[in-house]
C-alpha cells in the first residue's frame, strides 16, 4: 500500500478517505439505577448509566477507538455485533482476548464498517449481562452525498430486562423498591409501556425505524395504519426492499425499515406476541401520531 501511496498523489488522497476520521467514545460499565416505568426502578447493569448504552456513530473507513471502563461487579467485554474486526477486538473472554475485570480498561480499536445498523454487547456472561441492559446501537452513516431515501431517523432497542438473570445477578436488586430475581419486563429504549413515549410524526414524513432485538425471544412488531418497507437486515443492504406490517425481530437480529407517514392518526405499534403486550397497555408497545 505504502509503494502506491509513494507513487501517485491521486492514491494517496483516496488513502486518506478511505482511512477516515477517528473516533474516540468511553463507555463506562456501571450497576446504576435505571427507571424503567413511572414508579418502576429497577437494578440495571448500564453503559454511561444509560439503557440503551450511547449511541456508537460514525463513517464507513473512520477508525473507532472505543474504551470500556468497567466499573461493574464482575467481568465483561465488548462484542461488536455484525462488525467484521480484527479477531483481537471481538471481545470473547478465552477466544479472542482477555476478561476485563473490575477496575481494568480496554481499548477496542476497528474500522468502521459499510453503513448500516450493528449493536454491541458484552460476551462475557451475556445472557445475565445482556438482559441487566448492557447494550446500544453502533450505526455507520452513508456518505453524505448518497440518495437519502428517508426524513429522518428513530430507533426501536427491543430490550428483555432480567429475563435471563441467573444466580449471580439475581439478588442485585437489594435497593429498596428494586426489582430483583427473575421477573422479565419488556424494553423499548429502556422503557416499557405505558412509559414508551408517544412517537410524532408529521403527514408525509419518511422515517427510517432501525430495529434491534437485543434480547432471546422474537417479537413480531407491527404497525396499524402503515406500512414499513424493509430496506436492510443485519446491516445490509437489499437489493429488492419489501413491505412489511409485522417485521418478526429474531433474536439478535436487527431491521432497517421505512416508513412513510402516509396516513393520518393515532396508530399502534405492538409486538404481535400479544403476551409481550399484557392488556395492551405494558410491554413491547406505544403510539405512533401522524399529524
Ligand atoms: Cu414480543
Given at each position: ?27 463506562v460499565a456501571s450497576a446504576a439505577p435505571w427507571q424503567i416505568a413511572p414508579g418502576r426502578m429497577v437494578m440495571a447493569y448500564s ?225 404481535h406476541n400479544l403476551d409481550h403486550v399484557t392488556d395492551l397497555s405494558t410491554g413491547l408497545i406505544f403510539n405512533l401520531v401522524v399529524?
Open positions: 500500500m505504502k509503494a502506491f501511496v509513494l507513487s501517485c498523489c491521486s492514491i494517496l488522497l483516496l488513502a486518506v478517505v478511505a482511512h477516515g476520521e477517528e473516533r474516540q467514545f468511553v463507555l453503559y454511561n448509566q444509560t439503557v440503551p448504552g450511547p449511541e456508537i456513530r460514525g463513517n464507513a473507513g473512520d477508525v473507532f477507538r472505543i474504551m470500556l471502563v468497567n466499573n461493574l461487579p464482575v467481568p465483561t467485554t465488548i462484542h461488536w455485533h455484525g462488525v467484521a474486526v480484527p479477531n483481537d477486538m471481538d471481545g470473547v473472554p478465552g477466544v479472542t482476548g482477555p476478561v476485563v475485570n473490575p477496575g481494568q480498561t480496554f481499548t477496542y480499536v476497528f474500522h468502521a464498517p459499510s453503513p448500516g445498523t450493528y449493536w454491541y454487547h458484552p460476551h462475557a456472561n451475556s445472557a445475565d449481562q445482556i438482559s441487566m441492559g448492557l447494550y446500544g446501537l453502533l450505526i455507520v452513516d452513508p456518505p453524505a452525498d448518497a440518495p437519502r431515501k428517508y426524513d429522518r431517523e428513530v430507533s426501536m432497542v427491543i430490550g428483555e430486562y432480567g429475563s435471563m438473570m441467573g444466580a449471580g445477578v439475581s439478588g442485585r436488586g437489594g435497593m429498596g423498591g428494586m426489582a430483583g430475581g427473575t421477573a422479565s419486563t419488556l424494553l423499548i429504549n429502556g422503557k416499557t409501556a405505558p412509559a414508551i413515549p408517544d412517537l410524532r410524526i408529521r403527514y408525509g414524513e419518511r422515517v427510517l425505524f432501525r430495529m434491534v432485538n437485543t434480547g432471546n425471544m422474537v417479537h413480531p412488531m407491527h404497525v396499524h395504519g402503515l406500512h414499513w418497507t424493509i430496506v436492510a437486515t443485519d446491516g445490509f443492504d437489499l437489493q429488492t426492499p419489501y413491505k412489511k406490517d409485522t417485521v418478526p425481530i429474531n433474536a439478535g437480529e436487527r431491521y432497517d425499515g421505512i416508513l412513510e407517514a402516509d396516513n393520518k392518526g393515532i396508530w399502534m405499534v405492538h409486538c399529524d
